[in-house]
């Protein structure tokens, strides 16, 4: 039996401090290469310029696998800090890549004229470059795509499909522009083929694994059902019998129908307590999968890919273990609840949570028999509608301070799921009364932009930090 408290997370994959060592080594591994070789350039600028090359193409394939489909990646940090890091690398990615067309460029020089003018027109008609430029161009697309994303006038899955295909394509063009320009030894061209291999096959896999898959390990929809006037229940079962093994506040990937391509799979969290005999998701509508499961017939397939997700009690000493849930977060956090009431919990347990409407709330018979079973007294809030029970408002400081009532705020541990905007908020009310950041955990629903907490600012810093490295390596490498 191991040692830690019931239910908590124990993290596969690589502790983060590696992975961003693991990381920056990555990256810099074919400029280490050709610094040991000795193929350098005379010229500061172009040296520059080809280090910050090597090290945009680096970054580039490096995408391919923090896309967050990968546990011994995403395992320990979780999918919020996966996707974070993933979105900001792009851009700068890009800006390196910037950086290498300008230092290629060079500046304008009053003693050679004709010189700048010279490389620019190289750059834009040379037809030996035509792999650059589109891949350049690619690259800039892939990244303001991605940043205007919530705002296209396209399914989610349009894009994303073609967010994978352009990715692909980019590693291909690449790959191109480095064998056929990047004046590479042997073994440096054997190093990019290996690294370009490495990063690709993992994501193609993702998908044949998929497409592969036999129909009869699908799971099908025992019951599917409105449980509030925006949220469903779906109860999955497994044919063969077969049980998830995963750990409360975990998430899986689940396509329903026959959709075989993992476009079509959407991430839900478990929201039933593992052992049960059936696996339940609650989906609230957001667009056009979740808005039309009223079409879904009990008996559907479902394909599941999972558990991912770190999300869950982390296993240190505490003295007091705090759940929030707002809306639809309710979903990891009424597994947890659901577990703790059947195998006990360690320590005081409380609980807060929040809705919009009070019809939004999950009935009583799906939240009751486990606060009954812990001895919680929740603390129920609604901005409308609020009556009896169920407090007017939202979750503020005073009721943080109630949750903390008579423990030790730097020794509780916090599971918080609902909006973006509530977890940052309450993350930074329960920090300045006195929980430790690291003791404050949370999952976003969404991987779009929205309000930053002081956890995430720390986060930023640690990407601000291994992106500054890659920089000063750069640096470096042109003065050697
Ligand atoms: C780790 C995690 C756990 C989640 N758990 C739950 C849950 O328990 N219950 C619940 O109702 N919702 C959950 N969500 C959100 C849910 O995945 C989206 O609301 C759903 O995929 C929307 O699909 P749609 O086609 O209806 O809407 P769309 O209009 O296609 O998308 C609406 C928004 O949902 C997000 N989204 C859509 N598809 C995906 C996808 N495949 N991957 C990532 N984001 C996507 C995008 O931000 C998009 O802008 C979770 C999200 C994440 C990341």
């Known amino acids: 039996m191991s040692d830690l408290p019931r239910h908590t997370i124990i993290h596969r994959g690589i502790p983060p401090l590696t992975l961003a060592l693991i990381y920056v080594g990555a990256v810099l591994l074919p400029l280490a290469l ?87 027109e190289t750059l834009m008609t040379a037809e030996r470059l035509w792999d650059a430029r589109l891949a350049l161009i690619l690259l800039a697309l892939l990244v303001l795509l991605a940043l205007l994303r919530d705002r296209l006038p396209v399914r989610y ?79 999955l079962e497994n044919p063969r019998g077969h049980r998830l093994d995963f750990r409360p506040g975990q998430f899986v990937w689940a396509s329903v129908g026959g959709q075989r391509l993992p476009l079509h799979d959407h991430p839900f969290s478990i929201a039933s307590a593992p052992g049960a005999p059936q696996l339940r998701l609650l989906i609230q509508e957001a667009g056009d999968f979740t808005s039309s499961l009223d079409a879904v017939m009990p008996g559907t397939r479902v394909a599941i890919d999972g558990p991912h997700g770190s999300f869950g009690p982390s296993g240190g000493p505490r003295d007091g273990l705090i759940l929030i849930a707002g809306g639809v977060g309710i979903a990891p956090i009424l597994s947890m609840l659901e577990a703790f009431a059947r195998d006990g919990c360690d320590g005081p347990l409380r609980f807060a949570y929040s809705v919009h409407d009070a019809s939004d709330m999950m009935p009583d018979e799906m939240l009751r028999p486990a606060l009954k079973a812990l001895d919680v007294t929740p603390l129920l809030t609604a901005s409308r509608n609020a009556g009896g029970e169920v407090a007017q408002g939202r979750l503020g400081e005073a009721q943080m301070r109630q949750l903390l009532e008579g423990l030790d705020p730097k020794r509780v541990e916090v599971m918080i799921c609902g909006p973006g905007p509530m977890m940052t908020t309450l993350t930074d009310t329960l920090n300045d009364l006195g929980v430790p950041l690291p003791r404050i955990h949370y999952e976003r629903f969404s991987y779009g932009a929205g309000p930053l907490s002081r956890k995430d600012h720390r986060m930023m810093a640690g990407f601000a930090t291994i992106f500054a490295a890659l920089a000063a390596a750069m640096a470096l490498y042109s003065l050697i």
Request: contains cysteine.
């Open 34 to 120: 050709a610094s040991l070789l000795g193929e350098t350039h005379r010229q500061l600028t172009v040296q520059l310029g080809a280090a910050a090359g090597t090290i945009s193409a680096a970054m580039i394939f490096l995408q391919m696998i923090s896309s967050g489909r990968f546990e011994a990646v995403s395992g320990r940090i979780g999918i919020d800090i996966t996707m974070a890091f993933h979105k900001w690398a792009a851009p700068m990615a890009l800006a390196f890549a910037l950086a290498h067309v300008a230092l290629l460029i060079g500046l304008p020089d009053p003693d050679r004229p004709n010189r700048f003018a010279r490389r620019l």
């Open 157 to 235: 899955q349009v894009w994303r499909g073609s967010h994978a295909l352009g990715a692909l394509a980019l590693v291909g063009l690449v790959l191109a522009h480095l064998f056929t320009d990047g004046l590479l030894s042997p073994a440096r061209t054997a190093l990019w083929a290996g690294f370009a291999a490495a990063v690709t096959l993992p994501a193609l896999w993702v998908y044949a694994r998929r497409l592969t898959r036999p129909p009869g390990q699908c799971w099908t929809i025992a019951g599917l059902r409105s449980v509030t006037p925006s949220i469903h229940e779906m109860l």
